[in-house]
């Protein structure tokens, strides 16, 4: 199993090794605009239940976006991957967006260890659907569930291992330095994500 630093270092090969690459200000873009989004759905207020249903489409867009930069495909930086969540199932993008944050809030009432705990578990969701159209929501979740045991501490540490880089883009950057920080865990993610599948597999 690939060690944090090593999974670190293919994540910012898959940025080209530079902030001001295209791959790594094109994952900066597209980690902007998704947030966007949630952020003008939030703060309508009236729209808040907007994002509730369309977060598993955002979600897949996302994922499938990161996951085309860490596999060096061909149409790696399009945009346009971001809105697939809308137009590649998406009634089951819906649903498992719908499913995950209700999971994810049952698990938190029973204190927030365990949603915190259960969100590493169920991390892998939108990734494994990206791989797996034919899968369904509940069969997905399910696969994260099973493909991250024994790994969920493995991805705390990965996201641990970022303090200092948090630290510095907070504290000394007023919080601008996170624009860069964010594309590269969501790069480190999704090279984590790779590197389980070679040491696991689940069901389809």
Do not use: H
Not at 78 to 93: D, P
Not at 101 to 110: E, G, K
Not at 191 to 204: C, F, G, M, W
């Amino acid at each position: 199993m690939a060690s944090c630093s090593e999974l670190r270092a293919r994540a910012r090969a898959s940025l080209e090794n530079n902030i001001f690459s295209g791959s790594w200000l094109f994952t900066l873009l597209a980690c902007v605009l998704i947030n966007l989004v949630a952020n003008v759905l939030t703060g309508t207020g009236v729209l808040a239940p907007v994002l509730f249903i369309v977060y598993g489409c955002l979600q897949f867009g996302l994922f499938s976006f990161i996951l085309d930069g860490v596999r060096k495909n061909e149409n790696k930086n399009e945009l346009n991957t971001l809105f697939t969540g809308f137009t590649e199932n998406l009634g089951r993008n819906i649903l498992t967006g719908i499913l995950y944050q209700v999971f994810i809030f049952l698990w938190t009432l029973l204190f927030i260890i365990p949603g915190i705990v259960m969100s590493y578990a169920y991390s892998m969701t939108f990734f494994i659907l990206k791989d797996n159209p034919e899968m369904s929501a509940l069969d997905a979740i399910g696969a994260s569930k099973k493909m991250m045991k024994g790994y969920k501490m493995k991805a705390f540490l990965l996201d641990l291992s970022f303090i200092g880089w948090i630290f510095i883009s907070v504290f000394c950057c007023c919080g601008i330095g996170m624009l860069w920080v964010t594309p590269y865990m969501q790069a480190a993610k999704a090279e984590l994500y790779e590197e389980i599948k070679l040491n696991r597999y689940y069901d389809e």
